[in-house]
């Protein structure tokens, strides 16, 4: 998901003509899912065959099903899309075999030093990166605007030949030839737009927005998630002269699948059919891990809603051994935001790291303030500045960014002062846009401060400050005949005096489908990543843009899994995250706490950063893992009271859920969090030693205020017999608490590894001072 944020989407509904003995018939039709649960066959073609054999007992004839079939889900899961009128789905859902019929849905999209920030310098002999030889032969799956394989972020010199298990294929199409386009690094290429279509009712060029019926990518977040993952060495790359040096994804070595399921309207727009589609695929052509940088909007479907798409798709990939990762979305500071929820899948949110893009402001009385920017044009020496101001009892409001009237005598030649409260890029960019039809020079914005920025226009200055800052310019306006400032280029900083933050864009906890579950999983670098995109994008420089969202973060931690899985080919997608999870860093590299943004800004707790910054090369050797597997992930389905039948066809096995339903908090996750903690609360974990078989472990617990905790066992021992071992943890209250989360953290450690988990819990016991007269 782009930082950017995209409007809703109408849904267009597409029309097509039946012919009937009695004449023409104009019939209303949409795009809907068919889900029919696991593989009832091994054989793709008869799946697909008993799918047409379905679809015309509705429509009456095969030859009219195949015409209205858009999709034959055959190989992760069985199901179809078509295009189906309402009393058709219906008579679809009565049907024998079949688990729900859902309409389509429309998905959003959610953008180098973050490698050396995050401890994988190339420069290390000792380090995961290397350990892990870059990822080698590993294949990650990216769904997303497809690639610009022509970007040197994507040579596949000095690479090994494809690997053996590799089913997929590339497929030509618009300006894309899968002989000459497709390498040893882009080892696959499709595309998948028929859900699309179906929705969006007309010639997908008609947006204004160029596109290709190919996997060619026009967008440009394709290219840049895929390069952030697993993109090649490129030297001497900067964004026009920023953030200089080289450019890699986090494995190198890795292979790429490109599936390309979101297309160049409105910002990004991708159909659950095709996400469905593209999952189907990549199981059977086996890929090791995917990354999706696509999110829906709040409220969420269910787990087992096929309209999410993400979380089907996402559930029969894990059973297979692929892990997901996700965006936790940009829909951020506010709560209950996070998106991307099922404990089967990856969620990331996004973080700054420790470079920055300082611009200086100089006043005309020789005062000189810090902004930031991405302004690389020449220093244009002292200008005028301005401030709009209205006449009447609101002379601010002249003066809002997303609102702003200038008078252009005024202007013209000069820099412009303006203030906002809104977070969204469109105010700057509709107030840049105001400031240059008018004549002005310059643009500087008042802000809640974020680290997040992306320039206005091709070399105009726009500079960013807090309201400290703007509101010292406007007094130096307001006290001064002739007020003058000079905006010089932006330059690039990087050290330790820069804290580690999640960004203000980035969606927070708790989860809103199940509280008990912590949501986001990780964070990582997200904010002004560069990396290669489209060279159609129209901030693009020779082929590389700054990009900020959790789009950018998800391709981190996909990289990261990859040398995960390529030096522990064997451990499940629930292993590595654990490994993930437990081995994060909860302060900066610096080692100074990580902050959140927001109004105000805060230390950050597990809903903001889930278990902290994810730090490669100590997940690389964890020591202990929580696990899971099907299993697994059927009890957390049963503990939200999902239907017995529904659950049943999802994971292709007979399922009876007990009753009473089992205790969510009881899933074994690497993290604990209780959403409603009245009195006392015991819940069940289990680790499985992955490191010296031999090995003894402690518990060390972080108390949150006003609880008690106790662990039993509090020594773990592990011999070359006993590699598995359950423990129980107990929450009660001490005291009475105000409502609200505290947050602690359970770490083992045997003196070599340290295996944190966050605890996270709700009290819902009022401080008795509240429930008496003394307010």
């Not at 002379?395 to 809104?422: D, E, H, R, W, Y």
Request: glycine share 8%.
């Amino acid at each position: 998901m782009s930082k950017s944020k995209v409007p809703s989407t109408p849904v267009l509904v597409m029309l097509y003509l039946v012919f009937v003995l009695n004449g023409l018939i104009l019939v209303t039709a949409k795009v809907h899912i068919v889900y029919l649960g696991e593989r009832q066959h091994d054989d793709p073609k008869l799946i697909t065959d008993a799918h047409h054999d379905m679809l015309a007992t509705v429509v009456g004839s095969k030859e009219l099903a195949s015409e209205l079939m858009v999709y034959s889900y055959k190989h992760g899961f069985s199901g179809f899309a078509a295009k189906l009128t309402e009393a058709q789905a219906q008579q679809l859902a009565e049907l024998p075999g079949v688990i729900r019929v859902v309409p389509n849905s429309l998905h959003r999209l959610q953008t180098t030093r973050s490698w050396d920030y995050l401890g994988l310098s190339s420069h290390s002999s000792s380090n995961v990166l290397h350990n892990s030889n870059m990822g080698n032969g590993v294949i990650i799956g990216v769904l997303d605007t497809g690639i610009w394989p022509e970007s040197k972020a994507f040579s596949d010199e000095g690479l090994e030949p494809i690997p053996s298990r590799w089913k997929g294929l590339c497929q030509s199409g618009d300006q894309f030839n899968a002989s000459t386009h497709c390498n040893r690094k882009i080892i696959g290429a499709r595309w998948f737009v028929n859900g699309f279509l179906a929705e969006y009712g007309k010639p997908l060029n008609t947006s204004g927005d160029q596109e290709f019926f190919s996997p060619r990518d026009a967008n440009g977040h394709g290219t840049h998630t895929s390069s952030t993952a697993a993109g090649s060495f490129v030297h001497n790359v900067s964004y026009k002269g920023l953030g200089f040096g080289n450019v890699r994804g986090g494995a190198p070595r890795a292979r790429l699948a490109i599936y390309k399921v979101c297309w160049n309207v409105l910002g990004g727009q991708c159909a659950s059919a095709d996400i469905l589609k593209a999952f189907d695929e990549a199981i059977h052509d086996r890929v090791d891990v995917l990354s999706l940088s696509i999110g829906s909007a709040i409220p969420l479907f269910s787990d087992v809603d096929e309209r999410d798409g993400i979380a089907t798709g996402s559930f029969h990939a894990v059973a297979r051994g692929i892990t997901v990762v996700c965006g936790a979305a940009n829909e951020g500071p506010s709560a209950q935001t996070v998106q991307n929820t099922a404990p089967w899948i990856l969620t990331v949110a996004a973080s700054t790291m420790d470079r920055a893009f300082p611009s200086t402001i100089t006043l005309g009385n020789n005062r000189t303030l810090v902004g930031q920017a991405v302004f690389t044009g020449k220093e244009s020496g002292f200008t005028g500045l301005v401030y709009p101001e209205a006449a009447g009892l609101d002379p601010n409001s002249a003066g809002v960014c997303q609102a702003l009237s200038l008078n252009a005598t005024k202007v013209a030649g000069k820099v412009v002062i303006c203030f906002t409260s809104v977070t969204s890029r469109v105010a700057i960019r509709s107030a840049a846009s105001i400031v240059q039809e008018a004549g002005g020079v310059g643009l500087i914005v008042v802000k809640n401060p974020t680290d997040a920025f992306s320039p206005c226009t091709e070399n105009f200055p726009c500079v960013e400050v807090d309201y400290e800052v703007g509101t010292q310019i406007l007094f130096y306006i307001r006290s001064t005949k002739s007020p003058l400032v000079k905006l010089s280029p932006s330059r690039t900083f990087v050290g330790k005096p820069l804290l580690a933050k999640v960004a203000f864009f980035s969606s927070r906890g708790p989860n809103s489908i199940a509280p008990a579950i912590l949501k986001p999983d990780i964070t990582a670098p997200g904010v002004n990543i560069l990396a290669a995109t489209s060279p159609l994008h129209r901030l693009a420089d020779n082929g590389y843009v700054l990009f900020s969202g959790t789009s950018m973060a998800t391709p981190h931690v996909s990289g990261i899994v990859a040398l995960v899985k390529a030096l522990h080919p064997d451990w499940s997608p629930a292993a590595i995250k654990s490994a993930l999870i437990t081995t994060a860093r909860r302060n900066g590299p610096s080692g100074f706490p990580i902050f959140a943004e927001g109004s105000p800004q805060k230390l950050a707790n597990p809903f903001d950063f889930g278990g902290g910054i994810v730090n490669p090369n100590e997940a690389a050797d964890p020591g202990l893992i929580y696990d899971m597997n099907t299993a697994d992930y059927i009890y957390y389905l049963c503990a939200m009271e999902y239907n017995n039948t529904d659950i049943s066809r999802l994971t292709g096995q007979p399922t009876m859920c007990p009753d009473p339903k089992p205790s969510m908090l009881d899933i074994n996750l690497p993290s604990i969090t209780i959403p409603s903690l009245r009195n006392s609360v015991t819940i069940t974990r289990t680790v499985t030693n992955v490191g010296n078989s031999k090995s003894v472990y402690r518990a060390v617990i972080e108390h949150l205020f006003g609880t008690m905790i106790s662990v039993q066992p509090n020594v773990l021992v592990f011999n070359a017999t006993n590699q598995k071992i359950s423990f129980r943890v107990t929450i009660s209250t001490s005291h009475e608490l105000i409502a609200g989360y505290y947050f602690g953290s359970l770490t083992w450690t045997d003196g070599v590894h340290y295996v944190r988990s966050p605890l996270s819990v709700r009290t819902d016991v009022l401080l008795s001072y509240y429930m008496t007269d003394h307010y």
